[in-house]
Nanobody
Framework: QVQLVESGGGLVQAGGSLRLSCKAS??????MGWFRQAPGKEREFVAGITYSRTMTSYADSVKDRFTISRDNAKNTVWLQMNSLKPEDTAVYYC??????????????WGQGTQVTVSS
């Protein structure tokens, strides 16, 4: 059983930056990703990365602002978020997934970390 623990959320002004972390424990994990869920909205894909780091993917809404990275020795994935906008406000979740053309989530989630961007 893999456990995912996120950290790094908080309150930031528009234009600011935050770096989220997700540490996986229990076994080595392969494809990992980030999702987010804003109040009253469905959970949506943000970014994904393969174990080899040769493939990453992003939602159009965050492309060129967010960067996903990982350290396999630490079993940790990060999400660097720059130029944050109020519409980025959401609970961000770490996820184990797989790629089949696009990123698909498996049923393995962290507890989430709140990101709030003030205007």
């Amino acid at each position: 059983q893999v456990q995912l623990v996120e950290s790094g959320g908080g309150l930031v002004q528009a234009g600011g930056s935050l770096r989220l972390s997700c540490k996986a424990s229990g076994r080595t994990v392969s494809v990992m990703g980030w999702f987010r869920q804003a109040p009253g909205k469905e959970r949506e894909f943000v970014a994904g990365i393969t174990y080899s780091r040769t493939m990453t993917s992003y939602a159009d809404s965050v492309k060129d602002r967010f960067t996903i990275s990982r350290d396999n020795a630490k079993n940790t994935v990060w999400l660097q978020m720059n130029s944050l906008k109020p519409e980025d406000t959401a609970v961000y979740y770490c996820n184990l997934g797989y790629y089949s053309g696009s990123y698909y989530p498996r049923d393995s989630w962290g507890q989430g970390t709140q990101v709030t961007v003030s205007s």
